[in-house]
């Protein structure tokens, strides 16, 4: 240990006892209107939690309409509705198919944009960055907090509009016109529907990402600590610099979109509406028309596809952190993950049209994208096979965020195998829009993603609380959680590709009325593949309760978990494992320089078998430590 980090190690500094510039804060300045990066980090961490928790109820709801289409909707879940709502969204007590569109897209839109992304790049991003890279801040802390705050105003504005008399928005996440240029088009004021206020809440989201990603880049490239170079920048940073650069570059054109979308649904004009289209509701439509829907398809995966990687790479960040410090083992192939990294940002703008390949775009540009597509492919599986090298011969901790963190890999893996296919145009035919899609991009999003993400949380914690989270609970929590999703996920793979398609808020059942007529190959491919509805279900229900024991976790450590004995539990290597726990305000007590590369774990020249990033290769003078000199030998190799 260096004499900095021996010289603060237990986790007795108050919040503002250090830092250059303290200053007395009140109730409000300090938790609510904070600036300070880790409380920002915070507090996205339990709105995104608490919109993932509410996405997630949606999608019960959904799953029991699918599996029970015939049966009311029990009163375990039916609870949150009050009885107008009840009447309207409800026939008979049982799901319409119009209240599963809603939750549908709802659930899709909070999952992704109120969810994932504000879990990882907002809450990581914010708490973890500055500290490994030992700034004190961000680079624009008041920024920073207004993008939190936007973000959660954008939130609450889209779920707001629930309550709205038309209810939420039901053209699916992805809110292709003319569908939702259209949808909810007997309100007379528009800006009362829901699926308006859905555009209201995507352009402030939008902004929100905007301020953030800004932030991060500048704060990446100008406030590193002395020392710290490109190529001793953990990958969890270069990560989050590739995210930020994905969401400054994807989100504006479907900022400019939904703001074209908007206009077209509240000003009449036809940006995406085009002529002659005629609807069951009111004949031919009053539009002037013109537009093209095709190229709102476009403009929303253009930032559609780069949000996947958005949605992925902090949780490889996290995975890619933890890994090395419970394999106690350097990460393998560190340079070789940086250039991939940055080859999946690039790739990442050039492969959207794979969402399209049934729109008719032509054989040339179908087979550009799909080439694009299998390239990006490289990356990615240079990225997960570096991580699962990285096991290799390691004396491994099962921890509980490692937990997470080795099951990231084989589940990750399932959803970009399954992708494969995906990518050629001719399997589009038939896999275009069915069950196999939802299981693959799952795969990736549910047992992938959110493993790494509470990898992330379980490895964090004890700096952001001083406490260790409880063992035995985290094993409530993994080993169900694991066998849920594959019950849920693996078999939409096979319903898929018998041919059930997504968006049935009966699940089929309308098919099986043809099952009877031996000739009616669909009708008894559903009927041979219904059942796995219910297994799926089950799982997903499970799965619920299968959180509980998270949830306790999470509060009961915060008060009775194991304290943490050192500033460095894990015996990590990067710079946050430097600050008091939890850290304060301006982070670091002393003067931060890097001396040395991420990862230097398995050094057999010193007695913890580990150098980290802030510890000198020269001798330290500071008798005070009373620990030997290390490195006093060592040259800085890197
Ligand atoms: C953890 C358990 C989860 C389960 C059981 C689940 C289940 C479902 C189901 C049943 C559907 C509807 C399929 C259909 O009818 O077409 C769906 C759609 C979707 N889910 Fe999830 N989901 C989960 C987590 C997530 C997460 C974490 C994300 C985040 C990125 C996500 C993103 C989506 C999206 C984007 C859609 C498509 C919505 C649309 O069709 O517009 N889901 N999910
Ligand atoms: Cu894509």
Redesign the pocket.
């Known amino acids: 240990m260096s004499a900095q980090a021996a010289s603060h190690s237990g986790n007795d500094h108050s919040h503002d006892d250090h830092g250059d510039h303290h200053h007395s804060q009140n109730f409000l300045q300090k938790y609510v209107f904070s600036t300070d990066h880790k409380t920002i980090g915070i507090q996205y961490g339990i709105t995104a939690l608490l919109f993932?928790a509410f996405?997630?109820y949606l999608?019960m709801v959904?799953?029991w309409s699918?599996a029970y289409p015939h049966e009311s909707l029990p009163q375990w879940m039916s609870w949150l509705f009050n009885d107008s709502w009840k009447a309207r969204w409800l026939q008979d007590g049982k799901v319409t198919g119009e209240t599963y569109n809603m939750f549908?897209?709802m659930?899709?839109t909070i999952?992704?944009f109120l969810?994932?992304v504000p879990l990882g790049f907002g809450a990581f991003g914010n708490y973890v960055t500055p500290l490994q890279i030992g700034a004190v801040d961000m680079a624009f802390p008041k920024l920073n907090m207004m993008s939190y705050w936007i973000y959660l105003v954008g939130g609450l504005v889209m779920c707001g509009s629930f309550f709205l008399e038309s209810g939420a928005a039901k053209s699916?996440?992805?809110n292709y016109s003319p569908l939702a240029g259209f949808a909810d088009g007997q309100i007379v004021n528009q800006w009362l529907a829901g699926q308006t206020q859905w555009l209201v809440g995507l352009v402030l989201l939008i902004t929100s990402s905007l301020l953030g990603s800004v932030n991060f880049i500048t704060t990446i490239i100008n406030l590193r600590a002395r020392g710290m170079t490109w190529m001793r920048l953990p990958f969890f940073v270069w990560a989050m610099l590739v995210t930020g650069f994905l969401l400054l570059l994807a989100f504006p054109p479907l900022e400019a979109a939904g703001i074209m979308q908007l206009m077209d649904r509240v000003g009449h004009s036809s940006f995406f509406m085009p002529s002659g289209l005629f609807t069951k509701s009111e004949g031919l439509a009053d539009l002037s028309g013109g537009g093209s829907p095709l190229l709102f398809q476009h403009l929303f995966w253009f930032l559609g596809h780069p949000e996947v990687y958005v949605?992925l790479l902090p949780s490889i960040a996290c995975v890619a952190e933890i890994i090395p410090a419970n394999t106690r083992k350097p990460l393998w192939g560190y340079k070789s993950m940086v250039y991939s990294v940055l080859l999946l940002g690039f790739l990442s703008f050039i492969v959207w049209a794979h969402h399209m390949y049934m729109t008719g775009m032509g054989a040339a540009v179908s087979t550009f994208f799909q080439t694009t597509t299998v390239l990006i492919s490289v990356p990615s599986v240079i990225i997960i096979t570096a991580l699962l090298i990285s096991l290799w011969g390691g004396s491994i901790r099962f921890t509980p965020p490692m937990m997470w963190a080795c099951a990231f890999i084989p589940m990750f893996g399932i959803g970009g195998l399954t992708g494969l296919p995906l990518a050629f145009n001719l399997v589009g035919l038939h896999l275009h829009d069915t069950y196999y899609v939802?299981g693959h991009f799952?795969y990736v999003?549910?047992p992938g993603?959110?493993f790494g993400l509470f990898a992330g949380v379980y490895h964090w914690y004890p700096k952001m609380t001083g406490r260790h989270m409880n063992t035995a609970l985290s094993h409530l929590h993994f080993w169900p959680s694991l066998v849920c999703?594959n019950l849920?996920f693996f078999p939409m793979l096979v319903q898929g590709m018998a041919g059930f398609h997504?968006?049935?808020y009966n699940g089929g059942d309308a098919y099986l009325a043809k099952a009877s007529d031996s000739v009616n190959v669909f009708g008894n491919a559903v009927r041979e593949h219904i059942d796995l509805n219910i297994v799926m279900s089950m799982g997903?229900w499970a799965?619920a309760i299968a959180q509980i024991p998270f949830i306790i976790n999470v509060f009961l450590s915060l008060k009775a978990g194991r304290k943490v004995t050192s500033d460095n539990p894990w015996d990590a290597t990067t710079l946050e494992w430097a600050t008091p726990t939890p850290p304060g305000h301006g982070n670091f007590i002393f003067d931060v320089a890097v001396y040395r590369g991420p990862y230097e774990y398995s050094r057999p020249d010193c007695k913890e078998d580990y150098y980290p990033q802030w510890i000198a290769p020269k001798k330290t003078t500071d008798e005070a430590s009373g620990e030997p000199s290390i490195a006093s030998t060592k040259e800085n190799t890197h």
Do not use: D, S
């Open positions: 993932l996405g997630f999608m959904m799953r699918i549908g897209a659930h899709g999952m992704v969810g994932i699916g996440w992805t949605l939802i799952h999003v549910a993603i959110l999703m849920i997504r968006r049935w997903a799965l």
